[in-house]
């Protein structure tokens, strides 16, 4: 059975605990949402083994109890299956609340949330570093997709396969709107995330201190697939960051402390502070990604106002995409304008903040208000989804009226 999003709470109160037997991740080594759920299972202590798409379980039961062709999915020990890691992480941090991967303080909350809706949903640095570096690059991801596909095949069966799935990673390229007059920007923005977080990882093991939050697993998603392991922007990484490269790979390592901050405690930071490299990373965010999120709410408004009959639960495809875009967009970015398609899911990431912003307390929510002002964030914030967007069988859809 697959878990909805509004199953997976219940789910996870049900099953407490390890349950019997491990978990499987479904997923790939080159994958990006792969990379973020196999560093947060390790550092959690989840017990689980690891299995290829390619693996019979996945296509004979798996994906189609998901409806879902997409990277990772979840099965539980129980049998029920999860994809999409936003849903994955709301139900594996009420099942295992230790260590949280939630800071308890709204300031580290909100920004660990932020970080992670970036770094999942707005990085196309990554895509570009793979794509865009073809000597380099090509020989090694071709191999590697070719790999989860046959994991024990020969070099010709690799190329074979891998080049099939390079075609339709490439086929992305229109949605992302990357065009080579953009190349510099995403040097640019690449440049920024490392040399901001050198500079934090100089005297902070994670993004709030001792322990590693959403916001460090979602960092994950680009930094390690992609940017951590293909090898022109690994290459990049080692040159001019050494500190990050060393990040990527003890979030993969199942421990928390590393060697080099074994004097930290395993905790977030007091008085709930946020680093100033943290707010530098989410105020560069923002600058780069608002326009974004504001033009797509507006689509969606428009889409949402031409249709007033639908009930909630309808599905925003047509075409029954699980992920549609609502159109291109054109927005600024870095002194250029960038022509892409409107990430709808995205708005569904961000409205889980927005839910949870709406919930606090009022000293909470000042503190976070506060926060949010002074970290560039408070547009964002203060988008109006006009009617909630929800997700059933694994599809976008319409949420019932506020
Ligand atoms: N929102 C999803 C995205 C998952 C996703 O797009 N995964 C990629 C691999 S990293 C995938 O399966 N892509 C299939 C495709 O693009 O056809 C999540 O958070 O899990």
Not at 50 to 68: D, I, K
Not at 182 to 188: G, I, R
Request: charged share 25%; aromatic share 10%.
């Amino acid at each position: 059975m697959s878990l909805d999003i509004g199953d997976v709470h219940a789910a996870a109160e049900r099953f407490r605990g390890p349950g019997d037997g491990p978990f499987t991740l479904y997923g790939a080594y080159a994958s990006f949402y792969t990379g973020k759920t196999r560093s947060y299972l390790r550092k959690k202590g989840i017990p689980f083994v690891e299995r290829l798409p390619s693996h019979p379980r996945f296509r004979q039961e798996v994906s189609p109890a998901a409806r879902s062709k997409r990277i990772p999915i979840l099965e539980t020990p129980e049998g029920h299956v999860i994809q999409d890691t936003t849903a994955i992480f709301e139900y594996l941090e009420r099942r295992f609340p230790d260590p949280p991967a939630l800071p308890p303080g709204p300031r580290q909350r909100l920004a660990a949330y932020l970080v992670d809706l970036f770094a999942s949903e707005g990085l196309k640095v990554a895509w570009h570093y793979r794509w865009n570096f073809q000597e380099p690059n090509r020989h090694f991801v071709v191999r590697e997709f070719g790999r989860s596909f046959k994991p024990q095949g020969s070099d010709e069966l690799l190329d074979h396969y891998g080049n099939v799935v390079a075609a339709r990673m490439d086929g992305h390229r229109p949605r992302l709107g990357i065009t080579p007059e953009l190349f510099p920007a995403m040097e640019a923005i690449y440049f920024d995330i490392l040399d901001t977080l050198e500079a934090h990882f100089t005297t902070t093991p994670y993004l709030f201190g001792g322990l590693p939050s959403v916001g460090d697993f979602g960092l994950m998603g680009p930094l390690f697939a992609h940017l951590g392991r293909d090898p022109w922007p690994l290459h990049v990484m080692q040159q001019r960051a050494p500190r990050v490269f060393r990040w990527v790979e003890h979030m993969n390592a199942p421990e928390i402390v590393a060697p080099e901050f074994w004097d930290v405690p395993e905790a977030y930071l007091p008085d709930d502070q946020v680093p100033d490299t943290v707010k530098r990373l989410i105020r560069m965010f923002c600058v780069d990604n608002t326009p974004v999120y504001q033009a797509t709410a507006t689509l969606y408004r428009d889409w949402v106002e031409a249709r007033p009959y639908l009930l909630g639960g309808s599905v925003i495809s047509d075409d029954d995409e699980d992920q549609p875009n609502l159109g291109p967009i054109t927005t600024p970015l870095r002194g250029h304008s960038i022509t892409a398609g409107a990430p709808a899911h995205a708005l569904w990431v961000l409205q889980r903040t927005l839910d949870w912003l709406a919930a606090l307390p009022p000293a909470e929510r000042a503190a976070a208000d506060a926060l949010a002002a002074e970290i560039g964030a408070a547009d964002l914030l203060s988008l109006d989804l006009v009617r909630p967007l929800t997700r059933i069988g694994n599809r976008l859809a319409v949420g019932d009226r506020p």
